[in-house]
């Protein structure tokens, strides 16, 4: 077994620099040191750890699984390294300036984002807030490299690293203007298929899942009109016949600044059951904890 005094234990930072960053220059820049003395520390791990580590690709120099299986560990002891050695530093929120990435779907930017930014201009005037899409990048690299500091969806396969914390269940509905022929009553489903549907094509979990269900009762394959997202439905049916079925929560959210209204579509469809995520690296960092309270705060049902 080996011991923690065999190794200069500066070769774990730089080990966590290349997982993270994937490029010896950037990593250089930032630990002020030149790229020969972190190619160096390369190859003192290299040896170390008896395996390559890291690889040079177009993508970078990207980690092998030896490496992959060191990250969480690794990264774990230096935040927690970081975190004894910063006691004194306790979030504050409303002093903090810090700058805080929550990855989430299009959706969550519409129902989450308006009431975080009402409570951090009151709570945390100087927290800053950012959303990136879920789709547009790995967010479980993200979340365990510290780029994005939560994660916010439906999702049912989550790495064991993850904690999460439930937040609301919701349905699917479906939606339409006001004035509609589905307006205040109840539908039948050969009423329902017949209809002019707007579809959202996504791939991404869980929405691939409502989809799977369109298809199979012919809704997708007689759709003319297909948007990839979701953000532009609202503007679409208030102002034509389609209707578009959306999780209840976009449905509500919008509801009276389009003119909407909408039902419970005469499909067996699965239910959204929306959680927060973290990485267990950052489980005790303060600030975290405050942002996870907050939304908690503002969310669970």
Request: aromatic fraction near 8%; glycine fraction near 6%.
């Amino acid at each position: 077994m080996r011991d923690p005094s065999e190794i200069d234990l500066n070769l774990l930072v730089v080990f966590q620099e290349i997982y993270e960053q994937r490029r010896v220059s950037v990593v250089a820049r930032r630990l002020g040191l030149s790229q020969p003395t972190i190619s160096n520390s390369l190859a003192r791990l290299r040896r170390t750890f008896a395996d390559e580590l890291f690889v040079r690709t177009s993508q970078g120099m990207l980690p092998t699984p030896t490496a992959q299986q060191l990250a969480g560990p690794i990264g774990a002891a230096l935040v927690n390294v970081r975190q004894a050695l910063n006691r004194e530093e306790r979030f504050d929120a409303a002093t903090s300036t810090r700058q805080f990435v929550i990855a989430m779907t299009d959706v969550g930017e519409i129902y989450f984002m308006p009431p975080l930014v009402e409570r951090c201009s009151k709570e945390a005037p100087g927290v800053r807030i950012s959303s990136v899409r879920i789709g547009a990048i790995n967010w479980e690299e993200a979340i365990e490299s510290g780029k994005v500091d939560l994660a916010i969806g439906a999702f049912s396969q989550v790495p064991e690293s993850l904690y999460h914390r439930r937040l609301f269940s919701q349905k699917y509905v479906t939606m339409f203007r006001r004035g509609h022929p589905f307006d205040g009553r109840k539908v039948t489903l050969a009423e329902f298929l017949a209809a002019r549907h707007l579809v959202v094509d996504s791939q991404e979990s869980p929405y691939d899942q409502i989809n799977a269900r369109l298809d199979k009762a012919g809704v997708r394959q007689a759709a003319r009109f297909r948007v990839p997202h979701f953000t532009s439905v609202p503007y679409i049916v208030s102002v034509t016949e389609m209707v578009a079925t959306v999780p209840q929560k976009l449905a509500e959210r919008e509801r009276v600044p389009f003119g909407l209204d909408y039902i419970q579509p005469p499909l067996r469809l699965p239910t959204l059951r929306t959680s927060v995520f973290w990485h267990r690296r950052f489980n005790q960092d303060s600030g975290n904890q405050w942002l996870r309270g907050l939304i908690g705060e503002c969310f669970v049902e």
